[in-house]
């Protein structure tokens, strides 16, 4: 009897509580409808190349709960845009058995600017795809995915002339990473808020998908009298425009994440395409990436899509759907969680290395010198017959990302990385008297040391010491302590 009365309990228990899950849709459908219907979302591999980054990379995360902001993007000299062509982007497939390419500076320049190893070079591109073309305009962008190195190498200006290829700029992001900066390795691509041009494209093959939405955060640029002057940038960008403080004169700045929020009305939308658009900026929102000129805003789609919201002439059907989006999109200024990609709740990463083993490198001691080589993020020393140091006492060995910058006071653990019998140092120098005020002394691989932060005006001074007779790399974690 107790066992039958049990079993009737459960199977009662277990339809109050469909009741209340059914209600609980039917209430989150109400309060925010793009958040429910990205509930059904099938599974998707992350970290490839049609799906770019980790599952909980921000580009593949929608928020919980967004508050919104009141200020509205402002109208400009042409209508907003959702499109591919010039100013956009290819994302070109490398694969196992493509050649290697070698890439250089364009005519009067000493080479490639790297902006994580902060020198001009020569960039050997292991495996280059066939079929490369650069985008039209004078950004020329391009993104080649590498899934057997396991990374996105994006390039700003890149041309090919006589057979030659040649960029301004050149930066890469792990393929199954965040795709966004971070403090130490805080140039990840070739947009001005450091990130690829692949991150947040609508790809071509996502266009006729059977979705109703872009399973992504979108990619956005503003111009000048939408975007912040003061910040230029926030989370979880990590650079902005170089000119940004002193041209820009709205109030949304770089790495911001805008969206249209609930009340907006989808079915006010009556181009099909831009539909899909809309919905996807009510569930995922866009994040704000880079400036044009004289446009709201544009949202980019990956070039040879064949996306084109004016075929055969101007289309005031959309050009007015998109003036409603521009009139609704807010910046997002608080949530109170996040989902990622595969529909589980989580905690973003809040605590990331500052330490970059960028140069320049002075040989202190020794007769082998290292090189900082950016896909290891090390400084890596050839095999040597006796133990060589070198020093950076340049202080660029931390990027001044305005989010991430140590309080006098703050507690730090630096943990050592190294291969091969390698040793780190780590010492902070008073600017104004040179006088060192922390020395972690030579750490060996896996070694920590934990450190408040000095008051006033300190730069890092940077040890690599080599093994000896093997290769050898050194590198290391700067991390607030706790947290």
Same mark, same amino acid.
């Not at 059904?40 to 995360?61: D, H």
């Given at each position: 009897?107790?066992?039958? @009365?049990? *079993?009737?309990?459960?199977?009662?228990?277990?339809?109050?509580?469909? %009741?209340i899950?059914?209600?609980?849709?039917?209430?989150?459908?109400?309060? @925010?409808?793009?958040?429910?219907?990205?509930q059904?979302?099938?599974?998707?591999?992350?970290?490839?190349? /049609?799906?770019? +980054?980790s599952?909980?990379?921000?580009?593949?995360?929608? $928020?919980?709960s967004?508050?919104?902001? /009141?200020y509205?993007?402002?109208?400009s000299?042409?209508?907003?845009s959702?499109?591919?062509?010039?100013?956009?982007?290819?994302?070109?497939?490398?694969? /196992?058995n493509?050649?290697?390419?070698?890439v250089?500076g364009?005519?009067?320049?000493? !080479?490639?600017?790297?902006?994580?190893?902060?020198?001009?070079?020569?960039v050997?591109?292991?495996?280059?795809?066939?079929?490369?073309?650069?985008?039209?305009?004078?950004?020329?962008h391009?993104?080649?995915?590498?899934?057997?190195?396991?990374?996105?190498?994006? +390039?700003?200006?890149?041309?090919?002339?006589? #057979?030659?290829? %040649?960029a301004?700029?050149y930066?890469?992001?792990?393929?199954?990473?965040?795709?966004?900066?971070?403090?130490?390795?805080? +140039?990840?691509?070739a947009?001005?808020?450091?990130?690829?041009?692949?991150?947040g494209?609508?790809?071509?093959h996502?266009i006729?998908?059977?979705?109703? =939405?872009?399973?992504?955060?979108?990619?956005?640029?503003?111009? =000048?009298?939408?975007?912040?002057?003061? $910040?230029?940038?926030?989370?979880?960008?990590?650079?902005?425009?170089?000119?940004?403080?002193?041209?820009?004169?709205?109030?949304?700045?770089?790495?911001?994440?805008?969206?249209?929020?609930?009340?907006?009305?989808?079915?006010?939308?009556?181009?099909?395409?831009l539909?899909?658009?809309? /919905?996807?900026?009510q569930? =995922?929102?866009?994040?704000?990436?880079?400036?044009?000129t004289?446009?709201?805003f544009?949202?980019?789609?990956?070039?040879?899509? !064949?996306?084109?919201?004016?075929k055969?002439?101007?289309?005031?059907?959309?050009?007015?759907?998109?003036e409603?989006?521009?009139?609704g999109l807010?910046?997002?200024? #608080?949530?109170?969680?996040?989902?990622?990609?595969? !529909?589980?709740?989580y905690?973003?990463?809040a605590?990331?290395?500052?330490?970059?083993m960028?140069?320049?490198?002075?040989?202190?001691s020794?007769t082998t010198?290292?090189?900082?080589?950016?896909?290891?993020?090390a400084?890596?020393? $050839?095999?040597?017959?006796?133990?060589?140091?070198v020093?950076?006492s340049?202080y660029?060995? %931390?990027?001044?990302?305005?989010w991430?910058?140590?309080?006098?006071?703050?507690?730090?653990?630096?943990?050592a990385?190294?291969?091969?019998?390698?040793l780190?140092? +780590?010492?902070?120098?008073?600017?104004?008297?040179?006088?060192?005020? =922390?020395?972690?002394?030579?750490?060996?691989?896996?070694?920590?040391?934990?450190?408040?932060?000095?008051?006033?005006?300190? *730069?890092?001074?940077?040890?690599?010491?080599?093994?000896?007779?093997v290769?050898?790399?050194?590198?290391?974690?700067?991390?607030?302590?706790g947290?």
């Amino acid at each position: 009897m107790y066992k039958l @009365h049990q *079993g009737m309990g459960r199977k009662m228990e277990e339809r109050r509580l469909t %009741m209340i899950a059914a209600l609980v849709v039917s209430a989150l459908v109400i309060a @925010h409808p793009g958040q429910a219907r990205a509930q059904s979302q099938p599974n998707i591999q992350w970290g490839t190349y /049609e799906n770019l +980054f980790s599952a909980r990379s921000p580009w593949n995360s929608r $928020p919980v709960s967004p508050v919104f902001g /009141e200020y509205v993007i402002p109208k400009s000299s042409y209508v907003p845009s959702v499109a591919e062509g010039a100013w956009s982007t290819g994302v070109f497939l490398a694969g /196992e058995n493509d050649p290697p390419v070698t890439v250089n500076g364009l005519p009067g320049t000493a !080479g490639v600017w790297d902006p994580d190893a902060e020198v001009r070079r020569q960039v050997t591109i292991p495996r280059w795809p066939s079929g490369v073309i650069p985008a039209s305009a004078a950004d020329g962008h391009a993104d080649i995915v590498d899934p057997v190195a396991g990374i996105v190498h994006s +390039f700003y200006k890149l041309r090919q002339t006589d #057979g030659n290829w %040649m960029a301004s700029q050149y930066a890469w992001t792990p393929l199954n990473g965040r795709g966004w900066g971070n403090p130490a390795h805080y +140039f990840q691509g070739a947009r001005a808020a450091a990130v690829p041009t692949s991150g947040g494209l609508i790809r071509k093959h996502e266009i006729d998908d059977g979705r109703s =939405y872009y399973p992504h955060a979108l990619t956005m640029s503003l111009t =000048y009298n939408g975007l912040s002057a003061n $910040p230029t940038y926030i989370f979880p960008a990590t650079s902005a425009d170089r000119d940004a403080a002193t041209t820009n004169t709205g109030a949304i700045p770089e790495g911001a994440l805008v969206m249209l929020p609930p009340s907006f009305n989808l079915q006010t939308i009556t181009t099909p395409v831009l539909r899909k658009v809309a /919905e996807t900026l009510q569930i =995922y929102g866009a994040y704000i990436t880079d400036r044009n000129t004289g446009t709201p805003f544009v949202i980019y789609v990956e070039n040879g899509s !064949g996306f084109n919201l004016h075929k055969g002439g101007w289309n005031s059907a959309a050009g007015n759907d998109l003036e409603r989006i521009r009139q609704g999109l807010r910046q997002v200024v #608080g949530v109170s969680g996040w989902v990622d990609g595969n !529909g589980e709740s989580y905690t973003p990463q809040a605590n990331f290395n500052l330490l970059s083993m960028r140069g320049p490198w002075r040989l202190q001691s020794g007769t082998t010198s290292g090189i900082y080589e950016t896909w290891r993020q090390a400084v890596v020393f $050839p095999p040597a017959p006796a133990q060589s140091s070198v020093v950076n006492s340049s202080y660029r060995s %931390m990027q001044p990302v305005s989010w991430a910058l140590p309080v006098a006071g703050e507690s730090f653990q630096l943990t050592a990385r190294t291969t091969g019998g390698g040793l780190l140092r +780590f010492q902070l120098r008073d600017k104004a008297t040179s006088a060192i005020v =922390y020395d972690s002394n030579n750490l060996a691989d896996g070694e920590t040391a934990r450190f408040s932060w000095p008051a006033g005006n300190v *730069g890092p001074v940077v040890t690599a010491t080599s093994g000896v007779g093997v290769e050898s790399t050194v590198s290391g974690e700067l991390l607030r302590d706790g947290q």
